[in-house]
């Protein structure tokens, strides 16, 4: 019972333009969501989080979009740059992380 | 020096030996985790602690023992290794809650 949910497992956009991860989950206990980075052979680092009260929190290139009705967020990255071709993960914070199968984001120049 | 160490990076061991998987940190955090990351399948929580006293399983534990030694220090143990317990495994440190996850660079383990 997976209780967030990246759907996409994969995503290809071309440099300079906008990329959006989905993301959904299922407990609506969730306080916080955060997004993580992973290049290989390195460990997974943290991106941008928001907390449930908030719909939107913005970091530079880098925006994520909560809708709780849905239970969805999403991260926009913009512009989409080849360096940030890398397996982003969402994760939801309930006392302890709970991840996402993760998607891979290929950015082509 | 990094946050997170972890050692070994890299193992390959035997079916039904024992191993242990170290994790050390300088955050001065209290909260400690072991993930595996399969392919397809993210990273799911394998055992954590709040505080040196306290030890909680988490959702794949079964086959895993922890102990943490001390604040700084968590370690994961596998008592007889088998094959499906091939995987990335990640040690990670956190503040408050929200605070987000420090990780360390990961222990590539195989078993044969």
């Known amino acids: 019972d997976q209780q967030v949910k990246q759907n996409s497992p994969s995503l290809s956009v071309q440099e300079g333009r906008i990329s959006i991860l989905n993301c959904d989950y299922t407990n609506s206990m969730f306080d916080y969501f955060l997004w993580y980075k992973k290049y290989p052979a390195e460990g997974p680092t943290f991106l941008i989080s928001i907390s449930s009260i908030k719909d939107k929190n913005e970091d530079g290139r880098f925006t994520v979009f909560l809708n709780k009705s849905a239970k969805h967020l999403s991260l926009h990255i913009v512009p989409s740059q080849p360096g940030d071709s890398a397996v982003y993960f969402c994760a939801a914070d309930g006392n302890k992380l709970v991840f996402g199968a993760g998607t891979i984001l290929r950015v082509k120049s | 020096d990094a946050d997170v160490t972890q050692t070994p990076r890299n193992r390959i061991t035997k079916t039904g030996k024992r191993i242990m998987l170290e994790c050390s940190q300088t955050?001065?955090?209290?909260?400690m985790y072991w993930y595996r990351q399969d392919p397809g399948l993210g990273l799911r929580l394998i055992y954590y602690?709040?505080?040196?006293?306290?030890?909680n399983k988490g959702e794949i534990s079964d086959g895993y023992s922890v102990s943490r030694q001390a604040q700084a220090k968590f370690s994961l143990s596998l008592e007889s290794a088998i094959p499906n317990q091939t995987a990335l495994y990640f040690c990670?440190?956190?503040?408050?809650?929200?605070?987000?996850?420090?990780f360390g660079s990961g222990t590539r383990l195989t078993v044969v």
């Open positions: 955050k001065g955090h209290d909260r």
């Open positions: 602690s709040f505080d040196v006293k306290d030890i």
């Open positions: 990670a440190t956190s503040g408050f809650e929200g605070s987000g996850y420090t």
